[in-house]
Structure formats: C-alpha cells, structure tokens
C-alpha cells in the first residue's frame, strides 16, 4: 500500500501515504530512533482520531438540528392546518419517507402555501372585524377609534369567519334601522319647528353637529344619545305646539267673541282666517309652517 502510495505525487495527488512515506524518509536522513518515530507516528494517530471525532459530532449536531427542523416544521403545518381549519390538505406529502433533508424539502411548499393562506384569511378577518368596530363606535357615538380589532389568529376557520360576517349582516341591519330612524325624527323635528317657526338648523345641530342638512345621509350620527336626544326634542317640540295650540284657540275664541260683539264685518274678519282657521282643530291637524309661530300669538 505505502508502494502505491508512493507512486501518487506522480500523478499531482498528495495524500497520507505519500505524506507518511516522506516523513519516514526525513526520519532516516535525520537518523531518528525507532522509539521516537513511534512517539510520533502514536501522536499523528492521536491528531487523526481527534480531527474525526469533531467531524462526527458536528455531523451529529447537524442531524440533530434538522430532526429539530423537521419536527417543528410538522408541528407549524399541523397548527396551521388546525388554525385554518382545515382537517385535511392536499398539498401536505408523506413526511415519513425519504432523508431528513428530502422530508425537509417535500414539506416546505406546503407550509408555504399555508402560510399565504393564513396571511389572506387574517385580511378578511380584519377587514369584517374593522367594519364590526366602526358600526359598534357609532352606536356608542364615541369619536375615539380604539385602534385595529385584534385577530385570534388560534382560529381562522372559514365557520368563524362566517359568524362574524353574520353578526356584521346584523350589525349593519341595526345601522340601517338606526339610521332610519334618525332620518324619521329629524323629518318630525322639521315639521314641528316649521309650524313652530322655529329655527331647524340650530335646533337640530343643538342635538348633534351631523343632523345638519349639509352632512351626507351616512354621516349622520346614529348613536343611543343621539336617538335619545332627539326624541325627547320631539316630545319637548309636541308640547310646545300642544300649548301653543290650546293658546290660540282661546285668544282666537275671545277674538270670535269680540268681533260678535262689536258686529264685525265678514272683510275684516278675514285678515284672520289663518288664526281662526284652528279654533277647532287637533294638534295632528295644524301643519302648515309659522301656523304656531309666538309673533303670531303674541
């Protein structure tokens, strides 16, 4: 073997033997003792084993960290798959064959495409939980955003995501009906202070800023304070008119007398026709705008 060896630097290739071979003969030409050559020839076996070793505990290190990485990559796809609800998927191969590496490299796209799954279904996660959080703060009529919703990313199954659309469908129904509503006494608030003479803008932006005409219909505030302020302008504005009403019959029935009295002609009497034309009616009845209004009381 040491012959062969030999014979390698021929060919341009330097390995142990050839090395061995011309340590041996640097140890004849300086004339070392055996015992010696022994001690060294022990030394270099020594060096070898421990060059080895090394190798093989970092070979051993390395398999380690990728059994690691295998495991774990098995756990991510088994939690993403738990997480997307998905009690199955396609893209998922046979992980129980092949090298550590080959497993490694089978089990990667899969993970990659779940990934990019779960990254569109946080998106729609987002998206309705932003829309329930907007609908929520307008109901509450709190001016303060409270920030994005925050995603339960343990559980982005297409069955929650499916109640949340629904308790959307809800909230948006109640937005609706609210809005409704708003719109309703807003239309009463009108009439009333129309037939009042009382001035609608200030009256109704008094109640909230967004009642205004020059807001958008969406923009108007649907909020519980809102609703319950309104309504009880409506009530306060009914009272008035009730009051206002029960006045003018009595001033218009003194007027009636009066004018009986003092034997008044029918072309006099007209000029009040827009008074006396209420002696009799209910408060449902008087619709007509400045019919109430106090410069005509008074």
């Excluded at 970092?58 to 380690?64: F, I, L, T, V």
């Excluded at 059994?67 to 992980?95: H, M, N, R």
């Excluded at 009880?232 to 008035?240: F, I, P, Q, R």
């Amino acid at each position: 073997m040491a012959e062969l060896d030999v014979q390698n630097p021929l060919s341009g290739e330097t390995n142990c033997g050839v090395l061995l071979h011309q340590l041996q003969k640097i140890w004849d030409d300086v004339g070392e003792s055996d015992e010696e050559r022994d001690k060294m020839l022990l030394q270099l076996e020594q060096e070898c084993l421990d060059v080895y070793k090394r190798k093989v505990d970092q070979a051993s290190k390395s398999r380690a960290h990728l059994i690691q990485a295998l495991a774990d990559a098995k756990l991510e796809l088994s939690t993403l798959c738990a997480s997307l609800g998905e009690k199955t998927f396609v893209g998922v191969p046979d992980t129980t064959s092949g090298t550590i590496k080959e497993q490694l490299a089978a089990i990667a796209p899969a993970l990659e495409q779940l990934w990019r799954q779960k990254e569109e279904r946080i998106k729609e996660f987002l998206n309705v939980q932003t829309q329930i959080q907007k609908i929520y703060g307008e109901i509450a009529g709190g001016n303060q955003q409270s920030g994005s919703p925050k995603v339960d990313e343990s559980d982005l199954s297409l069955k929650k995501l499916d109640e949340f659309n629904d308790q959307l469908q809800e909230l948006q129904k109640e937005r609706s009906d609210r809005l409704h509503k708003v719109l309703e006494y807003v239309s009463t608030v009108h009439d009333l202070c129309g037939v009042l003479g009382i001035d609608f803008y200030s009256t109704v932006t008094e109640v909230h800023p967004s009642l205004n005409d020059a807001t958008g219909v969406q923009s108007k505030s649907i909020s519980n304070d809102t609703l319950a302020r309104l309504a009880k302008t409506v009530l306060a504005l009914e009272e008035d008119k009730k009051q206002r009403l029960k006045k003018l019959q009595e001033l218009a029935t003194h007027l009636i007398d009066l004018w009986n009295l003092m034997d008044t002609s029918k072309e006099e009497r007209s000029c009040f026709d827009h008074v006396t034309c209420n002696i009799s009616a209910s408060v449902g009845e008087v619709t007509v705008p400045g019919a109430l209004a106090l410069d005509l009381i008074e």
